[in-house]
C-alpha cells in the first residue's frame, strides 16, 4: 500500500475522519479521549459489517484484530488499514514487528508508551481532539524550525558543543568531517535507541542531537523529557534522515525529485520499505550511481568525497539549524 489513505468512520454518537501517510500511525492519550470508542467501532464493523451500526469510508478496508490468535488473522489481511488495540501486548515484541514488516497494510496502534520494536515517524504520533461528536487526529509532536523538537516549541537558536549522531556511517562521517574545525566534537551513540542512554550518562555536555525523525517516534517521547529538565543542555533535531537531507540539498537533479520529496506518500510501497529513511536511502543509492562518472555516487558505508566539499556540504547543512557564531568559528 502506498499514497495518503482518508478514513471517516461514524455511527450515531461519534464521527473520526484523519489521513494516514505512512505505513505506522501511533495514537496516544489518556482515557476518555475517544481511542477505545474508535477501537471499538472498527472492531464491531469487522464482526458485524454494516449491521453494527457503524459506516466506514475509505478506500481501503478497515479492519481491527480482534483475533486472540492475532498471529493467524494478521495472515489473512493484505492491502487493507489494520487497527490494533493498546492492551494488545504483543505490539511491544519482536515478533509482531517481524510479522508486519513487508506487508502491504497501515497499521494504527493505539498505545500510550513507545514501542521500540517499531521504526516509525516522530511525525506520525497522534493524540485524538474532541469537539462534540465530531473527532480528529491531531499531531502531538510538531517541529519548531528545522526539524528542531522541544517541549518548548518556540526555541530554535541552538548552541552546542557536541553533535551527537545514531551511527558511525556516511552521516556521522559527514558531520565529523564538516565540524572539524568548528571546535565542536561529533560522537556517535551506536544506534537510535542508544541516544537516550548516552545523553544520561554525559548530563553535563552541550549536545546537539541529530538523527533520523523517520525512525525516531518511539524515543521521542523520553528524550524529549529529558530535554526538558535540562534545557540548556540538549537540542533536538530530527529531519527525516541524512539520505533526505542530501536529496533535500539539490545537489542531485532528476527529474521527478521534487514531487518525489513533496509527496513521498504516493511513492513509498509499505511491503518494501519498513521506514521512510530505507525509502530515502535506496532511492539515493539509485539515481545517484547514474550521475555522471559516479560524481555523487552514494554509498552508506563510506561518504563520497564530493559531498565534503564545502559548496556542497553547505548545501547539505542548509536544514540542519546552527548558531552563526559556529559558522563564522568554522571558516576560521
Known sequence: MKGIQHVEVSNRSAQFKFDLYRNITIVRGDS?????????????????GSKSGVNISSKKSC????????????????????????????????????????????????????????PYSVEE???????????????????????????????????????LTEDSNSGYQFFNRYLKE???????????????KWLLSHPNKVVLVVADGAAFGSEIDRVLKLQATHPDFISVCLPESFEWLILKSGLIKVSNLHDVLENPSEYIESKKYFSWENFFEDYLIKISSNIVNGKFQYKKSKINDAYLIEVNSNKIMEEIPLERNMKLLKKG
Open 63 to 118: 479492519v481491527a484484530l480482534v483475533d486472540l490468535d492475532w498471529k493467524n488473522q494478521l495472515k489473512q489481511i493484505t492491502d487493507s488499514i489494520v487497527f490494533i488495540d493498546e492492551g494488545s501486548d504483543f505490539i511491544v515484541t519482536k515478533e509482531f514487528a517481524k510479522a508486519i514488516k513487508g506487508t502491504d497494510n497501515y497499521y494504527v496502534i493505539f498505545n500510550r508508551e513507545g514501542l521500540h520494536e517499531l
Open 32 to 48: 476518555g479521549t475517544g481511542k477505545t470508542t474508535l477501537y471499538n467501532m472498527i472492531a464491531d464493523y469487522t464482526r458485524l
Open 125 to 163: 504520533i497522534y493524540e485524538i481532539k474532541t469537539s462534540g461528536r465530531f473527532h480528529k487526529f491531531e499531531k502531538i509532536f510538531k517541529a519548531a524550525g528545522k526539524h528542531v523538537y522541544s517541549k518548548n516549541r518556540s526555541r530554535k537558536k541552538l548552541k552546542f558543543d557536541i553533535l
Open 182 to 196: 568548528s571546535g565542536i566534537c561529533c560522537e556517535t551513540a551506536g544506534s537510535n535507541s542508544a541516544i537516550f
